[in-house]
């Protein structure tokens, strides 16, 4: 797989006319994947400062923007009913003809859960959740008429599910991911990569057909994940300055390797 460079534009400490701005010029730097986040207040900062909602967000950027890939890095999975979520996510993966990434995770910030009413459990539970959305979304998605279109009209919205559980979430990912987001370090990547492909070999897929994606803030620190196997770098930004200077290095050294 090639080299593709992602900016997760997170929407918190900014007005929105800010956000877009941020969304414009990072598609005009040149690159491959916009994401934001699913949280309901900021996760850095003053906790009380702005914050907007991701999927509505997600839905005005397949408007605005042409080429690039867009996609919540990543949806929480309690948030949610699952099918509501299929159909949401097929709505916008049409808006932007088929440019949609399908992110999804088990969930984690406490206090999204405790001021919009979720129930927390654990994070066993959580995850075990996850194991049954994931099939539920798929099903809906092949009854919903039209269907989705998918990247290149394949009529597959690509999924990545963003964790490092190795008993759950890893096999998760072997069955259901096209993407898998790794929030890791170079040898903890390795390893769990390792985990991946075992569990991978456990039901008859090739790991390479999965692509890894982890977070990176320059061309100096994706070298050692790109080694390892990551081919997603995403770098992460906070409002409301929003400096997107890092991504055209990262974008700099994606075309310089090829």
Not at 69 to 79: D, F, P, Q, R
Not at 110 to 125: I, K, V
Not at 231 to 236: A, D, K, N, V
Request: proline share 4%; charged share 25%.
């Amino acid at each position: 797989m090639t080299i593709r460079i992602g900016v997760q534009i997170q929407p918190q400490h900014a007005d929105y006319a800010q956000i877009r701005e941020a969304a414009r010029r990072a598609e005009e730097i040149g690159v491959d994947v916009i994401f934001n986040w699913d949280h309901f207040y900021p996760l850095y900062g003053e906790p009380d400062g702005k914050h907007f909602e991701a999927w509505t967000m997600l839905a005005a950027w397949a408007e605005q923007t042409t080429r690039v890939e867009i996609g919540c890095l990543v949806t929480c999975n309690s948030y949610r009913n699952p099918e509501l979520l299929a159909d949401m996510a097929r709505t916008v993966d049409h808006i932007s003809e088929g440019r949609l990434i399908f992110g999804i995770g088990s969930g984690w910030f406490e206090r999204d859960y405790t001021e919009y009413g979720y129930d927390f459990g654990t994070a066993g539970s959580r995850l075990d959740a996850l194991g049954e959305a994931l099939p539920r979304i798929e099903k809906r998605w092949s009854e919903l008429n039209p269907a989705p279109l998918g990247r290149s009209g394949s009529g597959k919205i690509p999924v990545m599910i963003g964790g490092g559980g190795e008993k759950k979430t890893l096999k998760y990912v072997a069955k259901h991911a096209d993407i898998w987001h790794s929030f890791s370090d170079v040898e903890t990547l390795e390893r769990k990569r390792g985990i991946l492909a075992g569990h991978c070999e456990a039901i008859g897929r090739d790991v390479t057909e999965i692509e890894v994606s982890t977070a990176a803030d320059s061309a100096e620190a994706a070298k050692p994940l790109y080694d390892a196997g990551a081919r997603l770098f995403t770098y992460g930004v906070g409002g409301p300055d929003y400096d997107l200077k890092p991504l055209e290095d990262l974008v700099a050294w994606r075309d310089s390797v090829g």
